[in-house]
T-cell receptor, first 113, second 112 residues
Framework: DAGVIQSPRHEVTEMGQEVTLRCKPISGHDYLFWYRQTMMRGLELLIYFNNNVPIDDSGMPEDRFSAKMPNASFSTLKIQPSEPRDSAVYFC???????????FGPGTRLTVL | QQPVQSPQAVILREGEDAVINCSSS?????VHWYRQKHGEAPVFLMI?????EQKGHEKISASFNEKKQQSSLYLTASQLSYSGTYFCGTESGGGGADGLTFGKGTHLIIQP
């Protein structure tokens, strides 16, 4: 298996623009997580899905952030409009069932100018 | 609430041992340990579950004190490849997977 796939790997955009990050989890995994990593705040959980249904979105910082999982093999995280403080590395992770390791994707490094 | 890791950083000579601690103010169901190298994604090391079950790599040792809500990761006979930032991630729910709440990390530098 190719592991968790994220795209793009790097994104540079200007303040106010819409940004869409994409994630393909490992086939057969029923949980998908979105995390954000910054120097100041470390690794933070934004939202997670179970069987394509959002379970906990309490980590989503503002209404500017939204996430969807239309099917078991694809999820998006959208920021609209983007702001410089959204600059971070965004990781997607997936796992099968409970009490198992979470497999992280390579991350998307977002820079908002 | 974010678990607290200690120490924040440690520098070792190759072959020395290290202990990294993780403490939470919440009752925990499990503790996950990950290592992250600069510019890369976190990589799984171990899970410790309430009740004593552990899953992870054979060469990694860790403990979980459920009553104290603390976990420790033991790195023995350290190798250069052990360098990186170590994170503990905690879950308070049970059964199905939860998103992890990560500590701020412990930076480990191994020198030859």
């Amino acid at each position: 298996d190719a592991g968790v796939i994220q795209s793009p790997r790097h994104e540079v955009t200007e303040m106010g623009q819409e940004v869409t990050l994409r994630c393909k989890p490992i086939s057969g995994h029923d949980y998908l997580f979105w995390y954000r990593q910054t120097m100041m705040r470390g690794l933070e959980l934004l939202i997670y899905f179970n069987n394509n249904v959002p379970i906990d979105d309490s980590g989503m910082p503002e209404d500017r952030f939204s996430a969807k999982m239309p099917n078991a093999s694809f999820s998006t995280l959208k920021i609209q409009p983007s702001e410089p403080r959204d600059s971070a590395v965004y990781f997607c992770a997936s796992t099968a069932g409970g009490n198992n390791e979470q497999f992280f994707g390579p991350g998307t490094r977002l820079t908002v100018l | 609430q974010q678990p607290v890791q200690s120490p924040q950083a440690v520098i070792l000579r190759e072959g020395e041992d290290a202990v990294i601690n993780c403490s939470s103010s919440k009752a925990l169901y499990s503790v996950h340990w990950y290592r992250q190298k600069h510019g890369e994604a976190p990589v799984f090391l171990m899970i410790l579950l309430k009740g004593g079950e552990q899953k992870g790599h054979e060469k990694i040792s860790a403990s979980f004190n459920e009553k104290k809500q603390q976990s420790s990761l033991y790195l023995t006979a350290s190798q250069l490849s052990y360098s990186g930032t170590y994170f503990c991630g905690t879950e308070s729910g049970g059964g199905g997977a939860d998103g992890l709440t990560f500590g701020k990390g412990t930076h480990l530098i191994i020198q030859p």
